[in-house]
């Protein structure tokens, strides 16, 4: 298993900006589908956005053209660009990571606070 350590977090004000990173140790992420997760308070953990490749990502609605995925395979990282934040962001922040020949995301990060106030 690949082991991920997260950092960014923090509190800005709506319509502010913060970027996620999140580095990967144990093995190369190169053969795995990252992803960053979100847990709003009350409510399930939801996956916010994924990257394959720079060509292949996927986001949710709720944040597209505002969140930005990316990864550095060489460096073992990938990071989440968060631009135009809302109060509705606020959440704990989680990386994860998913073997190309898994079905689920069995490495996880210990999750960093977003908190965006209005």
């Known amino acids: 298993q690949v082991q991920l350590v997260e950092s960014g977090g923090g509190s800005v004000q709506a319509g502010g900006s913060l970027r996620l990173s999140c580095v990967a140790s144990?093995?190369?992420?190169?053969?795995?589908?990252m992803g960053w997760f979100r847990q709003i308070s009350g409510k399930e953990r939801e996956l916010v956005a994924r990257i394959v490749t720079r060509s292949n990502t996927y986001y949710i609605d709720a944040v597209k053209g505002r969140f930005t995925i990316s990864r550095d395979n060489a460096k073992n990282t990938v990071s989440l660009q968060m631009n135009s934040l809302k109060p509705d962001d606020t959440a704990i922040y989680y990386c994860?990571?998913?073997?190309?020949?898994?079905?689920?995301?069995?490495?996880w990060g210990q999750g960093t606070q977003v908190t965006v106030s209005s």
């Open positions: 994860a990571a998913r073997h190309y020949s898994d079905y689920e995301y069995n490495s």
């Open positions: 144990g093995r190369s992420i190169s053969d795995y589908t």
